[in-house]
């Protein structure tokens, strides 16, 4: 599906184009506090060889501080007890408010800051204001590109999408059988069953991919989709949602994944089923070196075992929506020791030497720019790469807080096996990327906003009941009752509001 590129306003490279080659270096770097509001995050100190040169170049030094649970953050936005920077993804909204922190925009004029951020870049920060009327913006979020980006983004690399990760030696056991649609994945997961009554089939624990290689399959991963007429609307309140939801239940009642599995809130609780030989299937995100990660650690405990990834399975009728307009942001609280360092580092961060140094190391030492337009990397990083733990230690190319989603890929795919490659290559054609509905989604403190809360936390207790059914008719109860839950809190008012957006979005910047 070819996407409508970016009026000239827009057609601005990279955030740090710009910037390329600045370094902010200073005698003594300042320490700031970081936080970072991720319980799953591998790491909580500023070390290794990527945040030493970062500081050397940027001028500051971080202490870090790992969230130890999804709720630290709130309850220091209440009680105003900010650290000086945040690197945050579910608190965004709050943060985006002149009460709490400092906005790019005056910070960059005050202190003569070189950077300027593309047009909707901004807008994408700006959807975020806790006051729709506020024209300045908190924050850049990291993991984008534009559509001009990806229109002259290098060949080999796969947009983020889940994947469905599964033991191939067991598959080889069982004698190699087809896993080409929906329904020959799950006879080989009730094959798994019946042969290795001691393993789960399908590894249902990881909150932050739950079941979302699943949705995949159904063309529902996105929080909102378009309907055969083109409106906007919340993936939920879509026909195909009923249908994977049915396909879970039906999985739950095969007795392919305990209940218990749903409890599991923390993403290393669940990865280590998958380590330790527990489970068969295990979900994670489609890159080559979380499969380099999974195969060298699984093999630690399980010398014969071999992960291996499972073609997206996207329906040709429908495709893949994705709304990638990124999904974290760094933010300068009003409490921030020195506001001006902070914002000339995240600058530096935000700049190609800075993103590139982030996410693949040492410019000439760690890698070189290949014919082919991704990183070339030394058989160290290679070799190191390949174990997780080593990775953090060594190199820790970790904080990407303000990287882009190529910079990303790149270093995920640029040493990949072709063949891993084209496996989760497969489809790629049917998956396109829609910012403008990230760009429309209401700010949280507005009716819609809110609406969308409501929905949001109503939603986990609800899917449970609809998961764990015990029969057709109680799937089809617990199912009604949360479209009525959500008629209730508002959704087909959501529904319009983004229909409207979205249409509006695409005007102003050439969707």
């Known amino acids: 599906m070819k996407r409508k590129v970016l009026v000239s306003m827009l057609c601005a490279s990279m955030i740090g184009s710009m910037m390329t080659g600045m370094t902010v270096s200073a ?9 970072l509001d991720f319980t799953w995050f591998p790491t909580d100190s500023w070390t290794g060889i990527i945040p030493e040169t970062l500081t050397e170049n940027g001028g500051v030094t971080f202490d870090v501080t790992r969230s130890a649970d999804d709720s630290q953050l709130g309850l220091m936005i209440a009680s105003g007890d900010l650290p000086d920077v945040i690197f945050t993804d579910k608190e965004i909204d709050r943060l985006s408010d002149s009460n709490l922190c400092y906005s790019y925009d005056e910070l960059i004029e005050q202190y003569g800051v070189d950077w300027t951020p593309s047009d909707d870049r901004i807008a994408i920060a700006r959807s975020h204001n806790a006051s729709a009327d506020d024209e300045h913006y908190y924050t850049i979020i990291q993991n984008y590109n534009s559509a001009d980006d990806w229109a002259n983004a290098a060949d080999g690399v796969v947009p983020t999408i ?105 993403e290393d609780d669940a990865k280590q089923l998958a380590l330790n030989g527990k489970c068969f299937m295990y979900e994670w995100c489609a890159r080559p070196t979380h499969l380099d990660q999974l195969n060298t650690s699984t093999q630690q405990n399980i010398p014969e075992a071999e992960w291996v990834p499972l073609a997206p399975l996207i329906d040709d009728s429908k495709g893949l929506v994705r709304s990638n307009a990124g999904w974290a942001g760094v933010f300068i609280s009003k409490n921030c020791k020195d506001p001006e360092a902070a914002i000339k580092m995240i600058a530096y961060m935000n700049s190609s030497e800075g993103q ?22 030394s058989d160290e990083w290679v070799e190191t790469a390949k174990d997780g733990d080593k990775m953090n230690t060594v190199y820790n190319n970790n904080y990407y807080m303000c990287t882009t989603e190529l910079d990303e890929l790149y270093a995920y795919y640029s040493s990949a096996d072709p063949e891993i490659v084209e496996i ?80 509006e979005v695409r005007e102003q910047f050439g969707f």
């Open 162 to 266: 889940p994947c469905a990760y599964y033991r191939k030696d067991i598959w080889e056991a069982l004698g190699s059988p087809k896993m080409d649609t929906i329904e020959d994945v799950i006879n080989v997961l009730k094959m798994v069953k019946e042969q290795y009554p001691d393993m789960i089939p399908l590894n249902g624990g990881n909150p932050s991919w739950r079941f979302q290689a699943m949705q995949v399959w159904y063309g529902v991963n996105g929080t909102y989709i378009f309907d055969e007429d083109g409106n906007t609307v919340l993936s939920d309140t879509t026909a195909d949602y009923h249908d994977y939801l049915k396909c879970i239940n039906d999985m739950y009642r095969e007795g392919f994944f305990p209940e218990e599995d749903l409890a599991i809130t923390n």
């Open 356 to 377: 590139h140094l982030a996410m693949w190391g040492r410019e000439g030492t760690d890698w070189t720019l290949g014919d082919n337009g991704m990183p070339s990397f």
């Open 27 to 35: 005698d003594e770097p300042v320490t700031l506090d970081l936080y």
């Open 424 to 503: 989760f290559g497969k489809n790629k054609d049917k998956i396109t990327n829609y910012p403008e509905i990230a760009i429309a989604q209401p700010v949280s403190t507005s009716d819609m906003g809110i609406i969308k809360a409501k929905i949001d936390e109503a939603k986990p207790a609800e899917l449970v009941k609809i998961y764990t059914a015990d029969s057709d008719e109680a799937f089809e109860e617990a199912y009604q009752n949360y479209m009525n839950l959500l008629d209730k809190i508002g959704v087909q008012e959501l529904n319009s509001y983004m229909t409207e957006k979205v249409k």
